[in-house]
C-alpha cells in the first residue's frame, strides 16, 4: 500500500519517497511495524484471553514439570498472524501474483490450526480436529496452494517444476508436475514439524527466527536478475517481495516472543505452529530453495525425526530410543533445565542457519 502512496503517487513531488521503491527499505520497515504492533496488540490481548479464561491444559503425555504451565493464555498465534497480515499488507506491493499466493496458504493454515485450538478449548480436554482431518486439511490446503504456485511460476521463472539442489554441479531436475505432489510434502512437513517443536516456551519462535534470515536472501537475491545470475540460483520475476514478508514476520514473532520467552505468559497454540511451518514451506517452494529449507530448519527436522525414531523403535521392538519424544522432552526428562534446553536448540538453529547461506554460492 505504501509503495503506492509514497513511491507512485508522491515521488514526482518528494523525491526522498524514492526510497519506498526498495525492497531492503520496505523489509526493515515491514519488520519494524510488525514488531511495535505485535507488541501493542499482545499487551492488550492477553490480559483478554486471561479474562476469558482461553488457556492451555496438561495434556497428559509431557513431562510432569509442565502441569505448572497449566492455565496460560493460548491462542497468541493470533498476535504473530496480526502483527504480520497489517505489516505485509502495508509495505509489499500488490501487482505480484505470488505474493498473494504466499498470504492466501498462510491463512488457510491459520484457519486449520484455530478450529483445532478453538474445540480444544470448547471442549476443554485437548481434544481439537480429529489427527485424520486436521491432516486432510492440512493436504488439501498445501496441493491448492502448490498448483497456485506452480500456475503462477510458469511465467516467472524457467522452470517452475524444478528442483535445484545446492552443492551440487548441475543439480536440476525438472519434476514436471510431481513437483506439486513434492512441494505439498514440503509444506505439510513444515507445518506439522514446527508443530511438534513448539513444546517449551519460545522454542519454536527461536528456530523459526533464524530459519527465516537465510530465507529472507535467498528470496531477495532470486527476484534480483544481476543477484541471480551471479549466484546461480533460480531467477524469479517478483519473487524479491517475499523478503517483505518474511520481514514482518520476523518483526511480529519478535514481538511475540517478548511475551512467549520463559517463561512464557502466552502460548501461540496450533494458530500459530501449523501456519508458522506453513509459511516457511510455502516460501522455500515459492524460491525454490527446498534443502535450504531442510538445513536451516534442522532443528524442526531433527524434532520430527525424533518422533519417527520413537514410534518406529515402540511398535517394532516394543523399546524406546529416547526417554520421551519430541527430542526436547527427552533433554527435560534427563534434567536439563528448560531455559538451557531452549537456548542450546537456538544456537543450534543459528549455526545451521549459517550453514546453509553457503548454498548461496556453492552450485
Known amino acids: 500500500m505504501f509503495y503506492y502512496i509514497f513511491y507512485q503517487k508522491l515521488f514526482h513531488i518528494f523525491s526522498p519517497f524514492n526510497v519506498f ?4 527499505f520496505r523489509s526493515i520497515m515491514a519488520s519494524v511495524t510488525a514488531l511495535f504492533f505485535s507488541l501493542w496488540f499482545a499487551k492488550r490481548f492477553i490480559p483478554y484471553l486471561r479474562k476469558l479464561q482461553i488457556k492451555d491444559d496438561f495434556k497428559g503425555y509431557e513431562p510432569k514439570s ?3 504451565k497449566a492455565g496460560t493464555p493460548t491462542i497468541g498465534g493470533i498476535i504473530i498472524w496480526s502483527g ?3 505489516s505485509s499488507i502495508l509495505w509489499t506491493r500488490f501487482n505480484v501474483a505470488v505474493v498473494w499466493v504466499v498470504l492466501l496458504g498462510v491463512f488457510m493454515f491459520v484457519l486449520i490450526g484455530f478450529a483445532d485450538d478453538f ?3 470448547k471442549r476443554g480436554k485437548n481434544d481439537g480436529l480429529k489427527a485424520k482431518t486436521k491432516l486432510l486439511l492440512q493436504l488439501s490446503s498445501a496441493f491448492f496452494v502448490s498448483c497456485l504456485i506452480f500456475i503462477v511460476e510458469q511465467s516467472l521463472t524457467k522452470c ?4 535445484y ?3 551440487i554441479k548441475n543439480g536440476v531436475f525438472d519434476l514436471g508436475y510431481l513437483y506439486i505432489l513434492f512441494s505439498t510434502f514440503v509444506i505439510v ?3 506439522n514439524a514446527v508443530n511438534l517443536t513448539d513444546g517449551l516456551d519460545g522454542l519454536a519462535t527461536g528456530p523459526s527466527l533464524t530459519t527465516i534470515m537465510p530465507l529472507i536472501i535467498f528470496s531477495y537475491a532470486s527476484g534480483n536478475v544481476i543477484f541471480s545470475g551471479y549466484l546461480h540460483i533460480p531467477y524469479i520475476y517478483g519473487v524479491g517481495e517475499i523478503s517483505i514478508i518474511l520481514a514482518s514476520l520476523a518483526g511480529s514473532l519478535l514481538g511475540f516472543l517478548w511475551y512467549n520467552c520463559y517463561p512464557a505468559e502466552v502460548f501461540m ?6 501456519a508458522l511451518g506453513a509459511l516457511l514451506g510455502i516460501v522455500a517452494v515459492a524460491v525454490k530453495e527446498e534443502i535450504v529449507l531442510a538445513i536451516a530448519g534442522g532443528i524442526f527436522v531433527l524434532e520430527t525425526v525424533s518422533v519417527i525414531m520413537q514410534v518406529v523403535s515402540y511398535k517394532t521392538t516394543g523399546e524406546r530410543i529416547f526417554r520421551m519424544a519430541p527430542i526436547h522432552h527427552h533433554f527435560e526428562l534427563k534434567g536439563w533445565p528448560e531455559s538451557k534446553i531452549i537456548v542450546r536448540f537456538w544456537i543450534i538453529s543459528l549455526v545451521l542457519a549459517l550453514v546453509s547461506l553457503t548454498a548461496l554460492k556453492l552450485r
Open 189 to 191: 512437513g513444515a507445518s
Open 21 to 24: 521503491h526498495y525492497i531492503t
Open 119 to 121: 474445540l480444544k478449548i
Open 84 to 86: 504480520f497480515f497489517i
Open 160 to 163: 517452475s517444476g524444478c528442483l
Open 269 to 274: 497454540g496450533d494458530t500459530g505452529s501449523l
Open 66 to 68: 509442565h502441569k505448572q
Open 165 to 167: 539442489i545446492p552443492f
